[in-house]
């Protein structure tokens, strides 16, 4: 569980890291 949590908490941070709107 404690990996959910923190793959639901980095994800927002990878997905602008790698997918960034301009």
Do not use: E, G, Q, R
């Not at 949590?5 to 927002?12: A, E, G, N």
């Amino acid at each position: 569980m404690l990996f959910f949590l923190s793959f639901f908490y980095f994800f927002p941070f990878i997905f602008f890291k790698f997918w960034p709107f301009d």
